[in-house]
C-alpha cells in the first residue's frame, strides 16, 4: 500500500456545456466548457477530438500564440476560436477573495 501525500481531495459539482461550430476556416471545433469555482474563475476548455484541455480567462485569449500553442492550431483557427471564447469566457471573478 502506498501513502500519497495529497495537496487537496475536493468534489463539487460543475457544469458543462458542449458545443460545436464550423468557422470559415472549415474547421470543426467540438469542445466541452467546464464552468467551476476552482481556477480563479476561469473556464475549463476542452477539445473534444483532440483531448487537449487548457483553464482559459481573458488574459489567456489575448497572450499571441497561446491557443495556437495549446490546441495545435494554425493562425486561423485560433483566431475563431479566440473569437468564440471571448463571447463565453467573459471576466474572472476571484471568489476566494
Do not use: W
Not at 49 to 66: M, R, V
Amino acid at each position: 500500500m502506498s501513502e500519497f501525500d495529497f495537496l487537496y481531495d475536493h468534489t463539487e459539482d460543475t457544469s458543462t456545456r458542449f458545443v460545436c461550430f464550423v468557422g470559415s476556416s472549415l474547421h470543426r471545433f467540438d469542445l466541452a466548457v467546464t464552468n467551476t469555482n476552482r481556477f480563479y474563475g476561469k473556464k475549463m476548455i476542452t477539445d473534444l477530438q483532440s483531448g487537449k484541455t487548457a483553464i482559459i480567462g481573458p488574459d489567456d485569449l489575448n497572450e499571441e500564440g497561446y491557443l495556437e500553442h495549446v490546441y495545435k492550431i494554425s493562425e486561423e483557427e485560433a483566431e475563431e476560436l479566440r473569437s468564440f471564447l471571448f463571447q463565453i469566457v467573459g471576466t474572472v471573478n476571484f471568489t476566494d477573495i
